[in-house]
DNA sequence: CGTCTTTGACCCGCGC
DNA sequence: GCGCGGGTCAAAGACG
């Protein structure tokens, strides 16, 4: 994916009306080609439809991350219907890691103001064993006394492909690279990112037994722009909710309005996939379309679907 | 002393 | 097969 995320960055579509952004949006993405969307809803529900429909009350951003709720709820939640089962997007590449929110979020889509989208992005059986894949290297083959060359050396078991997680992405306006989202997170890695003077940083939580990891980096066409991509779902409870301290969290209520704490000064940017339409990136955010008007032209039908409604802007 | 960050090396998948 | 790039590991250091 490397190349078309490439390009996509280069053609810079997203730098017009970023500038402009001043509302919040919500913008999950889509991460994998291989999901479906199917939320047993009809496509045309229209109980909920615009971000007032996803009530805090009833689910917080991190609760979505919590192991408590699947994907196809946070699809529910963010009033995502879809009756197809199409790839809509696919960001990832196929099978190379990295993918999401990562470079391919990077500047190359047009954010405009008083739009969001979101599209979680799930795999199934990523589960249980995800994460673990590059885990199952034993460390320091000490087992057969062999010592390895190196370092971890893995006998990982040829023609099995490492197990995605599910995943989301979403860009917030900071200046601060990790967002405080109530969990405790542990960086474990950091990389620097192809054609992109900012490094990818790599965080895992914390929490024994929970395998959710996000990487965080920056927008090189917007500095002030940080992409977060959480992969999994925690099985716990948010360290700060069980201290009764979500108030300052990152929850759907801050999708909806504006940032109120210096704790989340973000202002919530929007991503859309960029392997749409791929081959042709100069038509594929016409420049003076805002998303919404994007959503309407038939390449985004299927985007259309999954997102109706989280175009809409809040009212205050 | 426990926790977290930094950082270089390694592994893996993919494209050529 | 090789090289590249992404992702991860783990030792060492920093910090409270």
């Known amino acids: 994916m490397s190349d078309e995320v490439r390009d996509l960055y280069h053609h810079g579509s997203f730098h017009d009306d970023r500038r402009s952004i001043a509302d919040t949006s919500f913008?999950?993405?889509?991460?994998?080609?291989?999901?479906?969307?199917?939320?047993?809803?009809?496509?045309?529900?229209?109980?909920?439809?615009n971000l007032h429909g996803f009530d805090p009350a009833y689910m917080s951003f991190t609760e979505c991350l919590h192991g408590s709720m699947d994907y196809s709820t946070l699809e529910r939640s963010f009033n995502l219907s879809c009756s197809s089962s199409e790839v809509i997007c696919s960001v990832d590449g196929g099978g190379k890691t990295g993918?999401?929110?990562?470079?391919?979020?990077?500047?190359?889509?047009?954010?405009?103001?008083?739009?969001?989208?979101?599209?979680?992005s799930t795999e199934a059986?990523?589960?249980?064993?995800?994460?673990?894949?590059?885990?199952?290297?034993?460390?320091?083959?000490?087992?057969?006394?062999?010592?390895?060359?190196?370092?971890?050396?893995?006998?990982?078991?040829?023609?099995?492909?490492?197990?995605?997680?599910?995943?989301?992405?979403?860009?917030?306006?900071?200046?601060?690279d990790h967002l405080e989202?109530?969990?405790?997170?542990?960086?474990?890695?950091?990389?620097?990112?192809?054609?992109?003077?900012?490094?990818?940083?790599?965080?895992?939580?914390?929490?024994?037994?929970?395998t959710v990891k996000k990487r965080v980096e920056r927008s090189f066409q917007d500095p002030t722009i940080v992409i977060t991509t959480y992969e999994g779902q925690?099985?716990?409870?948010s360290p700060a909710t069980l201290r009764g301290n979500t108030a300052r969290?990152?929850?759907?209520?801050m999708l909806t309005l504006p940032p109120s704490g210096p704790s989340f000064p973000q202002e919530l940017l929007f991503q859309m996939p960029p392997t749409i339409n791929?081959?042709?990136?100069?038509?594929?955010?016409?420049?003076?379309?805002?998303?919404?008007?994007?959503?309407?032209?038939?390449?985004?039908?299927?985007?259309?679907?999954?997102v109706p409604s989280l175009i809409h802007k809040h009212q205050p």
């Open 27 to 49: 913008p999950f993405f889509n991460d994998h080609p291989s999901m479906n969307y199917h939320t047993g809803h009809g496509v045309g529900d229209s109980s909920v439809h």
């Open 99 to 120: 993918g999401v929110g990562e470079s391919s979020g990077t500047g190359d889509i047009p954010v405009t103001p008083n739009t969001s989208i979101s599209s979680s």
């Open 125 to 176: 059986c990523a589960e249980e064993d995800s994460g673990k894949s590059k885990k199952d290297r034993q460390p320091k083959g000490s087992e057969d006394g062999v010592e390895s060359s190196k370092k971890v050396k893995k006998p990982k078991k040829k023609g099995e492909k490492r197990e995605k997680e599910p995943r989301f992405a979403f860009l917030t306006k900071s200046e601060v």
């Open 181 to 210: 989202d109530g969990y405790r997170w542990r960086k474990y890695g950091q990389k620097a990112v192809k054609n992109s003077p900012y490094p990818r940083s790599y965080y895992r939580c914390t929490t024994q037994k929970c």
């Open 234 to 237: 925690h099985n716990h409870q």
């Open 249 to 253: 969290m990152f929850t759907p209520s």
């Open 278 to 306: 791929q081959g042709d990136t100069s038509s594929m955010y016409p420049r003076n379309l805002t998303l919404h008007q994007q959503l309407q032209h038939p390449d985004y039908g299927l985007l259309q679907d999954i």
